[in-house]
């Protein structure tokens, strides 16, 4: 057996095409093509030729053998195999003048060798020419004959069951046959080729040689298929029929492709019959006969993926394993020849190099003992001329240091004498520059002691007055038991105060519950009304008399007295309304009652003679009025006390809160781990905010995932620029990779492992994850490795931005406990806000059932285990609801005033 022989050929680039080629190809004895790319091995063939190629070399390795193959009764195949334009039909079958294919090449071969051989054999030749266009197998020679199916004859060879078979005796006949059949072949204009090939074509040449000698004839076959080329529709543009023609192609050639694969990998059933072009070539891919691929490529970078599934195929052809012919034996034979005669070209170029390299030794040897001579003479011209330079220069230093000595010694008498009268030049400069520098060392001798003197003398003083400070502040320790008896005495001597100013008398509402302080109170505040609306009608029955004593006085008849009492019943009506609030605050105050005696006692002074003031009607009033005074004072002094104890327990909450929410913002300062979602990835990064809380940065982190490096920047965010914060996993980068599948349930069992972040286990993260709008279609989004960094970083971007945090879309709850018994704006609040009905339960259950008149956001999050972003929805819909009121307290202290505003936001 042997492999199946593969050879590649590189077209050259057309007019108009690149020219920058992406393929190393080697056609030499390694025989390679490699696509230059990264990570891009070698592809090694049978043979392979570059874009400098000729149709008579490739003949010559291809063709030739395969004719003297079918001569002596074997079958031969030759198919060429690539994309579409990369010139398949050319080296197979082109006409042209000094441009022949393999086709016409072979033609020509078979009748020479017929000519060659008419005396010694009788050679018959029969032609078939069928293509397979869309899976049918057509008749080129006779265009009515379609629909054609394959039958297999006795010796086991595919056949064409009712095609045309023509006996041909000259090479004019045979070739005008072909180009009838080139002419009924179906082609088309694509972008990648002006005349694409849309179908397989196959011409099946028929050899029958019948010995003259009287020996059994033998009959061999040669097969010349032209497959279509595969393309990629959205290069080579083809629409309507040649989309079809495209994809009936590229399947064929698929199912090729298969085959190839399981005869390599040996597998067991071959898919021959899942296309006609595989059945068709059965023969040759099984192992009968020589078979011989050319793979025809492109050389541009444009068509480099293309480029690199036909290497790969022909990687693969060539393991499939086929049965040996005559031919294969006599390539075989003549390989080994060639290299038996390289070896002996090699053996007697070495023999005839060791020849050269022996005399060249010779002559080498017997120059070396010359060259010593010529050695040996000249070092002992050199010693003597050594020793002689050397006498010489001993002779010349010596004589060049006595000069220099003399030299030296001149000088140095020249300088000296040059020093003394500089000397005796400046003498009495020296002599005032040294007593100047004495005195100025003297002078700051002097300043030092005295600074030493002065420091010494205040350090003294600063002694002795830290001990009389000492002395001063010693006291003895205090005594405990008598600071606690006097402070029980200030306690006791308080409780008397108290008792004095209450008359001496306990109230009577002590030691009552505040549930029952409240009932009390209600009670007390429907008698207050009661009476208020006696004194009201007492009021006005004392208007009415005073008017009618006005008008007697005033002598008006009937008819104006009339009129004047319609006049005065509607000026009572408008002033039905003062008249209650004044009653109310005559309830409320003591002051305001005198007042409103008093007013009235000028009111009827006032008036004419004649008019008089019900006295016993005041005093009626007064006596509804005076009994509950003292009840209703104890009873608002003592919701005061209350009210103050809850007042000042909420503005510790609020400014805990308060306090809590800065600890988040210096928290976010520093920065924490979370996960950046891309389109592609999900990655572990680290955000923070800048000091001056304006921009917002992503960084990454180092190669352990621990470490930010806080100069690498991926992201950088200011906060002006943000328009939206959507809450979940609803951008497109989160639906790219989990879906639009509703979220998971919320409430998840405490202290449950969470796995790693990663694009299959994202959508278990969707309460920890935010998507933060920059700019129009821009988004950056985060996961929150824990709870606590996902409510700090909404609680900071709401306190930044002022945007209020928003989910994606509403929750579906309806399959959640407690979900009937919600009304439809609890419903409505908890799919809203992706609230669990069993939450907001709590929430009401912990918050509106308390005994408290204050509530902050501090106490719904603690008491229902929200966080901060639902406990502020929760207390908007509490106070939509009426069932808590917002209101506004002030707290003075010293200069300063705090503010306290339940149920206010985050803002």
Known sequence: MSNIKVCARARPPLQGEDKNFALEVESGSEASIRIKRDGEPKCFFSRVWGVNSTQEEIFDAVGAPAVNDVLEGFNATIFVYGQTGTGKTFTLGCTKSGLEGIQPRAINALFKKKEALQGVKDITLTVEYIQLYRDAILDLLDVTKDKLNIRTSPEGEPTIEGNTITTVDTAAQFHNLVKQGDKNRTTANTRLNSSSSRSHSCLITTVCCKPKDGTPPVRGRLYLIDLAGSERVSKSGATGEAYKEAVSINKSLTVLGTCVYGLVNGEKHIPYRDSKLTRMLQHCLSGNGRTTVVITIHPAAEHASETSCTL????????????????????????????????????????????????????????????????????????????????????????????????????????????????????????????????????????????????????????????????????????????????????????????????????????????????????????????????????????????????????????????????????????????????SSLLGDDDSSSSSSSSSDSDGSNGKKGVTFDADNEKNARSLQNPFVDDRKEEEELFRTIEARHLKEAIRKEAALQELIEQILQYLEYGCHVWRVTPTEVQKQFIYLERARSLLFVCKLDADGKTPLRREFTEIVTFKDIKDVMLGQYSDDFVKHVGTEPPPTRDTPKGTTEPEVTTETLKQFFYKSMSIKVRKSKYLDIVACTETDFEAWVVALHRITTIDPQWGKPLDIAHCEGYDALTPEERELCSENHLTPKRLQVAKESLLTKDRLYATLYDLRTLSDCDLLHSQKIFTFFTKQGWVEKHVAWMLKGQKSSMLQPGAHLS
């Open 312 to 583: 790969k195929f022909g990687e693969r052809a060539m393991k499939v394993q086929a049965q040996m012919t005559i031919g294969d034996y006599r390539d075989k034979s003549d390989n080994i020849k060639i290299k038996l005669s390289r070896q002996q070209e090699a053996y007697t170029s070495q023999i005839a190099n060791l020849t050269a390299y022996q005399k060249l030794l010779a002559a080498t040897q017997e120059r070396c003992q010359g060259l010593k001579r010529q050695i040996d003479d000249s070092e002992t011209q050199i010693s003597v001329e050594v020793d002689t330079m050397r006498d010489k220069l001993q002779k010349e230093h010596q004589t060049t240091l006595e000069t220099y000595e003399l030299q030296l010694r001149a000088q140095e008498a020249k300088v000296k004498k040059e020093i003394e009268s500089l000397r005796e030049a400046n003498k009495n400069k020296l002599a005032s520059a040294e007593q100047r520098q004495k005195e100025e060392q003297e002078l700051i001798a002097a300043a030092t002691e005295s600074f030493k003197l002065d420091q010494d003398e205040r350090l003294e003083t600063v002694r002795r007055k830290g001990e009389e400070i000492r002395s001063q502040a010693a006291v003895e320790e205090p005594d405990e038991e008598r600071i606690k008896t006097e402070l029980e005495s200030c306690r006791k001597e308080v409780a008397d105060l108290k008792f004095k100013i209450r008359d001496c008398t306990p109230s009577k509402y002590a030691g009552l519950s505040i549930a029952q302080l409240r009932s009390k109170a209600a009670k007390l505040r429907g008698q207050r009304v009661s009476l208020s609306g006696k004194v009201r009608d007492l009021t006005y029955v004392r208007d009415d008399q005073m008017q009618t004593s006005a008008l007697r006085a005033a002598g008006l008849s009937d008819g104006e007295s009339d009129m004047s009492a319609t006049a005065s019943s509607d000026s009572s009506a408008r002033q039905a309304p003062s008249v209650s609030s004044e009653s």
